[in-house]
């Protein structure tokens, strides 16, 4: 059963076009991430929540946001995205956000800007 | 500065075959955490396995093993009679133990093709 759940799976957008990817999860974890991965690259952290505690990235461009408006779900808001944004967007969850915990991932949101 | 190098960008071996990603990091802290996590094409990452700098004892799970040494700061993978199914690319990743830190340093990934 999947327990972070990412929707959609592939979204297209249109240059400047706002957009929101959205992350569910069934664990009941405290702690969200997004994270971007382009291609051939590693995940990027760009923020995270703990709880309601919103978490920014200090490189991550103002043009993305983050909403969690209960424990389950958690939305992406891209508001005016550029062909640089096309990316994989990843969802995780871990329990309390220590160190030594492992992150559980959703299968991800492949987006294209065009 | 934290640093996590896989030296190997890609790698290519036929069903069958042992293969071993390298993983070589950087730290100054005493306490930390090594995971590596594996993404098949599906995109999805998938938790491997998480070590403490306290404990190198390597450790073993089926096919999988590993291989920590803090003398050379590397903590290896080994895959024994890779399968198709272990095509992906696998990452290695970090965490300093430093209070509440909660970002995970990543090498770039080794993409890892398991040809039939």
């Known amino acids: 059963d999947a327990m972070v759940i990412q929707n959609p799976r592939y979204q297209v957008t249109q240059f400047g076009k706002p957009v929101t990817l959205s992350c569910s999860q069934t664990?009941?974890?405290?702690?969200m991430y997004w994270y971007q991965q382009k291609s051939s690259q590693a995940p990027k952290l760009l923020f995270h929540?703990?709880?309601?505690?919103?978490?920014n990235e200090a490189d991550t461009p103002d043009n993305f946001q983050s909403r969690r408006p209960n424990t389950s779900f958690c939305f992406l808001d891209i508001r005016s995205p550029g062909l640089g944004d096309a990316a994989m967007y990843l969802c995780?969850?871990?329990?309390?956000?220590?160190?030594?915990?492992?992150?559980?991932f959703g299968s991800g949101t492949q987006l294209s800007v065009l | 500065a934290q640093k996590v190098t896989q030296a190997q960008t890609e790698i290519s071996v036929v069903e069958k075959e042992d293969v071993t990603l390298d993983c070589v990091y950087e730290t100054r802290d005493t306490t930390y955490y090594l995971f590596w996590y594996k993404q098949p094409p599906s995109g999805e990452l998938v938790f491997l396995i998480r070590r403490n700098s306290f404990d190198e004892q390597n450790e073993i799970s089926g096919r999988y093993s590993w291989n920590f040494q803090k003398s050379t700061s590397s903590f290896n993978f080994t895959i024994t009679a890779s399968q198709v199914v272990d095509s992906a690319v696998y990452f290695c990743a970090l965490t300093p133990n430093a209070g509440n830190n909660r970002k995970l340093i990543w090498g770039l990934g080794t993409s890892l093709a398991v040809n039939p």
């Open positions: 995780a969850t871990s329990r309390q956000g220590r160190t030594n915990e492992k992150l559980f």
């Open positions: 929540y703990y709880d309601k505690d919103f978490n």
């Open positions: 664990l009941n974890h405290n702690v």
